[in-house]
């Protein structure tokens, strides 16, 4: 069983930055490939990043390639998401995710967040 809560959402202007955390609990915790999705109002859940459980692999949806970063901290179970240049487009709530290996992070997780909600205003 992995936990996962996130932190660090809130309302930033177009043009901003910030930092997504998500904190990992359980005995395995560090062997799982984790991730982020967002789900904005109205639409699907989509992938934004993933990173594998020694943070040797990522991947990144196009419509944030370039913009996010995905890394981790193994010492710390804590996994994060540095957004720059937020768009409007990019408001919705933002989940961590869980799963091995970092394929399945990236499609069918097997653990969830609660989510973190991200603002951006133009």
């Known amino acids: 069983q992995v936990q996962l809560v996130e932190s660090g959402g809130r309302l930033v202007q177009a043009g901003g930055s910030l930092r997504l955390s998500c904190a990992a609990s359980?005995?395995?915790?560090?062997?799982?490939?984790l991730g982020w999705f967002r789900q904005a109002p109205g639409k699907e859940r989509e992938f934004v990043a993933a990173?594998?459980?020694?943070?040797?692999?990522?991947r990144y949806a196009d419509s944030v390639r370039g913009r996010f970063t995905i890394s981790r901290d193994n010492a710390k179970n804590t996994v994060y998401l540095q957004m720059n240049s937020l768009k409007p487009e990019d408001t919705a709530v933002y989940y961590c995710?869980?799963?091995?290996?970092?394929?399945?992070?990236?499609?069918?997780?097997?653990?969830w967040g609660q989510g973190t909600q991200v603002t951006v205003s133009s």
């Open positions: 359980g005995r395995t915790s560090s062997t799982y490939g």
């Open positions: 990173i594998s459980w020694n943070g040797d692999t990522t």
């Open positions: 995710a869980a799963g091995r290996p970092i394929v399945v992070v990236t499609t069918t997780p097997r653990y």
